[in-house]
Each structure stands twice: as C-alpha cells, then as structure tokens.
C-alpha cells in the first residue's frame, strides 16, 4: 500500500508560481513512476507530467517549459514546479505513482490562478 500526500497548492494570480509536494510513504523506488494529474470542474482528469524510477521524465503539451517535474529520492517526495501559470491551470492536482500495475492517488490539493 503506498500513500500519497499533497501540499502547496493555493490561490495566485496570472503569471504567478507555485511548488507542489507530494509525499509518499515508503521508498519511491519501489515506484514505477510517479506524477500528476489534474481535474478541473465539469472537465475529465488530464495528465500533468510524470517521473519514472529512473528520472525521465513527460509533460502534457500545454505545460512544457512552464511545469518541471522532479523528485527527491532521499525525502520520498515528487515536486511540480508550476511557472507563468495561467488561469486555466486552476484545477485540483493529484499525486499519483504506479507500482507492479497498480495506481495510487494522493486526495489533491487545490490550484486557483486568478486573471
């Protein structure tokens, strides 16, 4: 069973930066990969960017070079830099991480871009 938790999300305006945490219980190497998704109101779950166990990683189109995605082995955390936000970022962002096929998910944590 892995555990996943998230912090830093909150309310900023256009343009603004952020820094998301997700803390897992246990190793993450053990993980797969791990990364985030997002879920805005009325709107399907939508990838976000993803860190393998060996450190590659993959973004959605519309947040490279905008989001980086990174990880600290030593303190069981993934991080999501979020720059140059927009307010169509506004979404709740989930933590996820895959292990032998099976998918973990964090309860979110709320992200609000203001105009």
């Known amino acids: 069973q892995v555990q996943l938790v998230e912090s830093g999300g909150g309310l900023v305006q256009a343009g603004g930066s952020l820094r998301l945490s997700c803390a897992a219980s246990?190793?993450?190497?053990?993980?797969?990969?791990m990364g985030w998704f997002r879920q805005a109101p009325g709107k399907q779950r939508e990838l976000v960017a993803i860190?393998?166990?060996?450190?590659?990683?993959n973004y959605a189109n519309s947040e490279k070079g905008r989001f980086t995605i990174s990880r600290d082995n030593a303190k069981n955390t993934v991080y999501l830099q979020m720059n140059s936000l927009k307010p169509e970022d506004t979404a709740v962002y989930l933590c996820?991480?895959?292990?032998?096929?099976?998918?973990?998910w964090g309860q979110g944590t709320q992200v609000t871009v203001s105009s």
């Open positions: 996820y991480a895959v292990r032998t096929g099976v998918t973990y």
């Open positions: 246990g190793s993450i190497f053990t993980l797969n990969a």
């Open positions: 860190i393998t166990s060996g450190g590659n990683t």
